[in-house]
């Protein structure tokens, strides 16, 4: 046993940290009266970042356990486990959490999901699907039930097959898997259904997708209101709207309490157009918003932008095409300026694209909001934190009309 967990730390390190490299570059002259500069905050080795409660992070430590990041004074932080469990290594792609359920989900190998329903004090490992021939694509927490919903596609060497979903429900609390019986259109071999954001306790953001070589963009998607109980379908102004410029929606790219949406509309090729959707309470009087020239002359990439929790900051990045690497620019969200969303303003910094995903938002006890990055730098890790009220500060200095900090 203590061979196997030597082995398994060990692993996660070189999984996690095989570069010796650092992850960013210096790309302009730094002067430290100008330039947006982050605190970066040593640390002991983590893996990934999710968001957690009262100014806390999630992370999973070095011995493979669900730990929390929590932050004292201007630069330290501390690491310490939530729970012995999983102690196991996992896959980026399926490391989430649910904060206000104080639930964390991981899963291995594309079989093993791994829970922990902290406030409940409950942790499963189980393989709600054995076979090879599906894949996972979802893992969402439906509200307030204390059901997690894992979504699986069936796999298949043709790519312009619309492939087959299917949905498992399991209950955490009573720790069982529901009846499939009572979910018919669930289990329909024909059901082409992904669910995709919760949008309330009703219904998930859901679409399906097909997929055409012959169109200028391959990929359609028709986006619909699901109800995962009934199989309800609804439609409104909002869904016909992302439809009609056939955008992709991101959970992490949407806020439903403050009504907006940040997509890509994809016109043919590589070519797209940076989106603001907004919407009133009854996703009726939708407005679609063109920003792309806010990003010009880059490539805005809507697979790598993150809004904060209180939906008042956006961070997002642009491909440099000369340098081959990527910069990142905040916006500040905020009715008072043209379009909804002030111009970007960009850090000192080249990112390569391990950087790029690994980063998150966090509302810290003494800075305030805050976007946080894993940084490797010879062979130290930091957490590397953009204070935004120094990006508010430069822009009210470069705004005719300087907003109010948030």
């Not at 894992?150 to 498992?168: K, S």
Request: aromatic letters at 14%; proline letters at 4%.
């Amino acid at each position: 046993m203590k061979t196997a967990i030597i082995f398994l730390l060990a692993l996660l390190i070189t999984s996690c940290t095989s570069s010796n490299h650092n992850n960013r570059e210096n790309i302009r002259e730094f002067n430290p009266a100008d330039d947006l500069q982050p605190i970066d905050v040593r640390m002991p080795f983590f893996f990934i970042l999710q968001p957690w409660k009262d100014g806390k992070l999630v992370t999973i430590d070095g011995w493979g356990r669900y730990a929390e990041i929590s932050f004292t004074g201007i630069n330290r932080a501390s690491l310490k486990p939530l729970v012995e469990f999983p102690r196991s290594q996992t896959e980026a792609y399926g490391f989430h959490t649910w904060p206000e359920a104080g639930v964390i989900v991981s899963r291995i190998t594309d079989r093993m999901h791994h829970i922990a329903a902290i406030d409940d004090n409950k942790t499963k490992s189980h393989v709600p699907l054995l076979t090879w021939r599906h894949r996972p694509t979802v893992t969402l927490l439906c509200q307030d039930e204390g059901i997690i919903a894992y979504q699986y596609t069936l796999t298949g060497n043709d790519r312009q097959q619309n492939h087959t979903v299917n949905t498992f429900l399991y209950n955490y609390k009573t720790d069982t898997i529901l009846d499939n019986s009572l979910y018919s259109i669930i289990e329909n071999e024909e059901n082409l259904i992904l669910m995709q954001v919760s949008a309330d306790e009703r219904f998930m953001l859901s679409y399906t997708s097909s997929y055409n070589q012959n169109r200028a963009v391959s990929w359609e998607y028709d986006y619909f209101f699901y109800d995962w109980r009934t199989g309800e379908i609804t439609r409104n102004d909002f869904t016909r709207a992302i439809n009609k410029y056939n955008c992709f929606i991101r959970p992490e790219n949407i806020n439903f309490e403050r009504r907006f949406l940040f997509t890509q509309r994809r016109i043919t090729g590589d070519k797209n157009h940076f989106l603001l959707i907004s919407w009133d309470e009854d996703f009726s009087n939708v407005i679609v918003k063109d920003i792309t020239s806010l990003a010009k002359p880059f490539r805005f990439d809507a697979g790598r932008i993150t809004v904060s929790p209180d939906g008042k900051w956006l961070s997002a990045v642009f491909y440099n095409r000369i340098e081959r690497l990527y910069e990142r620019a905040f916006f500040h969200i905020d009715e008072n300026y043209p379009n909804g969303i002030s111009n970007p303003i960009f850090t000192n910094y080249l990112e390569d694209s391990s950087l790029t995903r690994d980063n998150i938002f966090v509302n810290h006890p003494v800075h305030g909001m805050c976007f946080a990055q894993k940084i490797e730098n010879n062979n130290r890790l930091y957490l590397s934190l953009y204070l935004m009220d120094d990006v508010l500060a430069k822009i009210n200095s470069q705004t005719p009309n300087p907003q109010a900090a948030p």
